[in-house]
């Protein structure tokens, strides 16, 4: 496998071999369980150990590496338990923000709401899964920050980095996005209507959908791990 750096980018050294390894893992290049070596990868990418050992940790935030003891950092697995931990909190803190924001979402904020579902909609057509991501976060950045309520705001983002895995797995599963397009549609409306137990519904269901698609995901993983270690003994 090949890495290469993008040095176009304005970001620090460290947040440059970030995105580098971050992108490797989501894509599949670099493997759950596969060894993440300061040297090597350093060797690889021509940079010294110092932004390796920073982005390897910026990694663990997310999820994405793990230290084994006397083994060193890896690629972290998936489990169906990691994602209905990290979800099932996500879905409460939703219910809270849909709460907030249909008392104090006002004008300005819809107008910024209706930009990033037709963004969305519109980053959809370029199949760029990072970038649908980062679009489909948008718009529920909108919903969150229309709460007012900056401490709850500051915990979501926190929980964002455990969830980007999760959610960048289920959206490179998507053909269409033709759902996701119609779940931002119906929470714009409910939120409009000022309708929480609708807009809480669409979102949990929204969440429900991830879960599932993930899950089928980390299992025919678990499945394929389990044949080829039965094919090796």
Known sequence: MELKLDMNSYLPLRDVV???????????????????????????????????????????????AVTIPRKGAQVAQMTE???????????????????????????????????AMNDFVDVTKTKDVRAIVEADEAFHNV???????????????????????????????????SDLVEDHSKIVDGLKRKDVDYVKAVMHNHLQNQVDSVSRVIREQNDATAKKKSGED
């Open 143 to 177: 919903i969150y920050s229309a709460t007012k309520n900056p401490k709850l705001w500051h915990i979501i983002k926190n929980l964002k980095e455990q969830m980007y895995r999760y959610r960048y797995e289920y959206v490179k599963q998507d053909k269409d996005y």
């Open 18 to 64: 970030f995105q580098t390894l971050r992108d490797a893992i989501l894509k599949g290049e670099l493997q759950p369980g596969e060894r993440l070596m300061e040297i090597h990868l350093a060797n690889k990418l021509g940079v010294s150990r110092t932004p390796i050992r920073e982005a390897i940790r910026m990694l663990e935030k997310e999820g994405l």
């Open 81 to 115: 338990k990691d994602l209905l931990d990290v979800l099932e909190i996500r879905d409460a803190l939703d219910e809270l923000a849909v709460s907030d924001a249909c008392k104090r979402m006002e004008k300005e904020d819809f107008d910024q709401l209706e930009k």
